[in-house]
């Protein structure tokens, strides 16, 4: 297979989440250097990511090659979904080295973490407010019930009846 044409189905990979697709483009030995997952191994960063994220569309911006071919720069634009439900659209670089077969050898992925420190940090915010409405409820309805006691210890009181110990 051809490096344009490696690019292409790597993209196409990408965007349909096929994991074996995806596997197929690199060697055996290949590792992939990430911001986010560190060092890993293909298998375990691609099975991770897919497991994760979801991307509607990859769209290849820029391609840069050496003389060589044996290295290729990759600008790309994903619209993707964290943890599949969240949109983020995000400007990648993906840096592939090849070795002699025309296998990936080395994936660096070089990204703008903003939009999804932003996204993160909105999510965060989002889970706060909900733990922050469901303490004031179970606060609410907590002491809801202690008036509730409350006036059946003064009903009691008043009849004679001992419902507290």
Do not use: W
Not at 18 to 24: H, P, Q
Not at 119 to 135: D, R
């Amino acid at each position: 297979m051809k490096i344009e044409e490696i690019i292409q189905t790597y993209a196409l990979a990408l965007r349909d989440n096929d994991y074996e697709a995806m596997i197929n483009l690199f060697a055996a030995d290949a590792m992939i250097f990430s911001f986010q997952a560190g060092v890993q191994q293909p298998t375990v960063f691609f099975r991770n990511l897919f497991a994760t994220t979801s991307r509607s569309a990859v769209k290849i911006k820029t391609v840069f090659f050496n003389e060589a071919k044996s290295e290729v720069a990759v600008h790309i634009n994903l619209v993707a979904l964290l943890d599949k439900q969240y949109p983020i659209n995000m400007e990648v670089v993906d840096i592939f080295e090849f070795d002699s077969k025309n296998k990936i050898k080395t994936l660096r992925i070089i990204l703008d973490t903003y939009p999804i420190r932003a996204l993160k940090e909105k999510i965060a915010i989002q889970q706060h407010a909900a733990v922050g409405i469901q303490s004031f409820f179970r606060g609410y309805l907590a002491r809801e019930k202690i008036k509730k006691l409350r006036r059946l210890k003064i009903v009691a009181q008043s009849s004679n009846v001992s419902v507290f110990p």
